[in-house]
Nanobody, 126 residues
């Protein structure tokens, strides 16, 4: 099983980035893929997730209206389009895979995700 994030970088406040999470080694269509982030000195937090089986999506309140998650099942890749970036979005962003259904009360819980990528750094300058 492998999850590989890409697309991070340095961007000015107000800018945009698109992160990609390329998955392999498991049945992509059956999994929930989540995006998490961890800023220095802070706990890892859920950003968004998408269910590849039914297309349902969830977002943290801090990114609603600015971030959009999508999935290309043909490419086994999940994207996180990030717009109107602010310095508080600076973090290492990780994608993770969960084999079970999620709901609005648990999608952000780290322990339900079985597989994790290595992360990609996003830095937003003011």
């Amino acid at each position: 099983v492998q999850l590989v994030e890409s697309g991070g970088g340095l961007v000015q406040a107000g800018g945009s980035l698109r992160l990609s999470c390329a998955a392999s080694g498991f049945t992509f269509d059956d999994y929930v893929i989540g995006w998490f982030r961890q800023a220095p000195g802070k706990e890892r937090e859920g950003v968004s997730c998408i269910s590849n089986s039914d297309g349902s999506t969830y977002y943290a309140d801090s990114v609603k209206g600015r971030f959009t998650i999508s999935s290309d099942n043909a490419k086994n890749t999940v994207y996180l389009e990030m717009n109107s970036l602010i310095p508080e979005d600076t973090a290492v962003y990780y994608c993770a895979a969960d084999p079970l259904p999620v709901w609005d009360t648990n999608w952000y819980r780290i322990h339900i995700y079985d597989y994790w990528g290595q992360g990609t750094q996003v830095t937003v300058s003011s």
